[in-house]
């Protein structure tokens, strides 16, 4: 990773592409790091995430939803999984600081397996935000089906994948693996086949994002009902970028 890249406060960083080696730009699009961070925060919060739950941010990457998440939770309560130790430590450095560690005691694991159990514990949410768009069906397999061991009775998982025909993406992807940077689309009816293979049930929510959330969870009396999805638009009111779309 270039040293002058690195170097690069987060304001200047917003002039970089997605993908580029630094902590704000290899997660995605710099200039909407602050608001992609916030869109997930706002999304658990109006699901009913409370500070005493646990939270499990799978490939959480330079915690952009996590340094919200992390104050937010009570000691011990916030678990992410992401591969690029770079990124946490970079985050971490310029973002959440030493001492919020240190009261709030997160846990981290850099295991490149897709594999949720390494901490031995099960999670009130789990929020996989742009992880599946870069999936093969192996690897969502064996994520979802590791969210289905992990996740509490009553949990929900929300994780966003790309529909086929966004973004230009017009046939679905049938290689394996990590895709990364390259985006990759499914079928709605792919998607719930994925979890419904992994013996979990899920939806399709209408919060705003350029990728699809969908909800799942262990049983449908878990999910919420669909009349309350006029509550889950996570419209943007006062931005005039974000709100004439992403």
Not at 101 to 107: G, T
Request: glycine share 10%; net charge neutral.
């Amino acid at each position: 990773m270039s040293n002058d890249v690195k170097s690069l406060m987060r304001a200047d960083a917003k002039k970089l592409q997605p993908g580029d080696a630094h902590y704000s730009a290899y997660v995605g699009p710099p200039q909407h790091y602050d608001f992609m961070g916030a869109s997930q925060f706002r999304l658990l919060t109006t699901l009913g995430l409370r500070d005493h739950h646990r939270l499990l941010d799978f490939g959480c990457g330079s915690l952009r939803a996590g340094r919200l998440f992390i104050p937010y939770l009570l000691p011990g309560n916030y678990y992410g999984i992401e591969p690029n130790k770079w990124l946490i430590e970079e985050a971490i450095e310029k973002e959440v600081g030493r001492d919020q560690i240190r009261i709030k005691q997160p846990h981290f694991s850099h295991n490149s397996d897709f594999d949720s159990r390494v901490f031995g514990v099960k999670f009130n949410f789990i929020v996989a935000q742009s992880i599946f768009s870069h999936c093969g069906a192996d690897l969502i397999e064996a994520a979802l089906a590791g969210f289905r061991d992990v996740l509490e009775d009553d949990g929900l998982v929300l994780a966003t994948f790309v529909h086929l025909g966004a973004a230009g993406l017009n046939e679905e992807f049938t290689d394996k693996g990590w895709a990364y940077p390259r985006c990759v689309a499914y079928r709605p009816e792919t998607i719930l086949g994925f979890i419904r293979s992994a013996g979990l049930v899920g939806d399709w929510i209408p919060w705003r994002h350029w990728q699809d959330w969908y909800m799942i969870g262990r049983t449908r009396a878990a999910l919420p009902h669909k009349s309350s999805f006029g509550h889950l638009t996570g419209v943007v009111l006062r931005d005039r970028e974000l709100s004439a779309g992403l």
